[in-house]
């Protein structure tokens, strides 16, 4: 009867020793440090975290590591992973070359006015136009005088990518807006691509981009 009793304590304690052995406090780090941690798509916070995961009542978990300038990376945790024996998991995220490259502008796919100081003729002005956009851009595609429309040939720059390869380009459009006051609209145009798919809008621009916005701000604008 007495060792009956104490199978029957064990049998009793089993479930409990079993529930805690399926729990695991794992550390959450990354590379870089300061990645935005999500489990299972919920907000975790910022790494270095550390974070509960009872594999007893899931046996999966999605951890995702995030971070501007940077490619998502996810780990998938299950009992089996090594993490849950080092109670340590460590998201590497690699750079994304083509946001390095490139920077935000208003004129982005998106027509920006320039009021041109009225001490320039539209000659001066054209011809400041062209001498910006030609050292900026390698050639034109479309030039006419009269209106002002400048289309130049795209810029194509290539990246790595988690995922293959990303092909960025930009083209540089403008046209006068407005003869009197006169008035200059122009526009970055950008697009992506990864590994040759359909091009489709990219809201960055080369940081060459933007010094040429820059400049023609400068050259052509009311001081």
Same mark, same amino acid.
């Given at each position: !009867? &007495? ?14 020793? =079993? /529930? ?24 975790? %916070? ?5 974070? #509960? *995961?009872?594999?007893? $009542? ?8 995030? !971070?501007?300038?940077? *490619? ?7 009992? &089996? ?10 998201? @590497? ?7 390095? =490259? #490139? ?17 320039? #003729?539209?000659?001066? !002005?054209?011809? &400041?136009?062209? +001498?910006?956009?030609?050292? =900026? ?5 479309? !030039? +006419?005088?009269?209106? %002002?429309?400048?289309?130049? @040939? $795209?810029? @194509?720059?290539? *990246?790595?990518?988690?995922? /293959? ?11 006068? $807006? ?8 122009? &526009? ?7 590994? %040759? ?13 933007? $010094? ?8 052509? /604008?009311?001081?």
């Amino acid at each position: !009867m &007495k060792s009956l009793g104490l199978r029957a304590l064990a049998l009793a304690a089993f479930p409990i020793l =079993a /529930g805690c052995d399926s729990t695991r406090s794992i550390l959450i780090n990354s590379e870089p440090a300061g990645a935005f941690i999500q489990v299972d798509g919920q907000n975790a %916070g910022n790494a270095p975290i550390t974070q #509960t *995961f009872d594999f007893g $009542a899931k046996y999966t978990f999605v951890v995702t590591g995030s !971070m501007t300038g940077y *490619f998502t990376e996810e780990v998938v945790l299950t009992k &089996k992973h090594p993490a849950v024996r080092t109670l340590e998991v460590k998201l @590497v995220l690699q750079e994304d070359e083509a946001w390095k =490259a #490139t920077t935000t502008s208003e004129a982005t796919n998106a027509w920006l006015r320039i009021q041109v100081d009225p001490k320039l #003729t539209s000659e001066q !002005m054209w011809q &400041k136009l062209i +001498d910006a956009v030609t050292s =900026a851009y390698s050639s034109l595609e479309q !030039m +006419d005088s009269s209106s %002002g429309y400048i289309r130049s @040939v $795209a810029t @194509v720059r290539k *990246f790595r990518s988690p995922k /293959g390869q990303i092909s960025v380009r930009t083209r540089f459009t403008g046209s006068i $807006a407005q003869k009197e006051p006169l008035l200059y609209k122009l &526009k970055i145009e950008a697009e992506v691509s990864t590994n %040759g798919s359909d091009w489709s809008p990219y809201s960055r621009v080369f940081k060459e981009d933007e $010094a040429l916005i820059e400049e023609l701000q400068s050259r052509l /604008g009311t001081k």
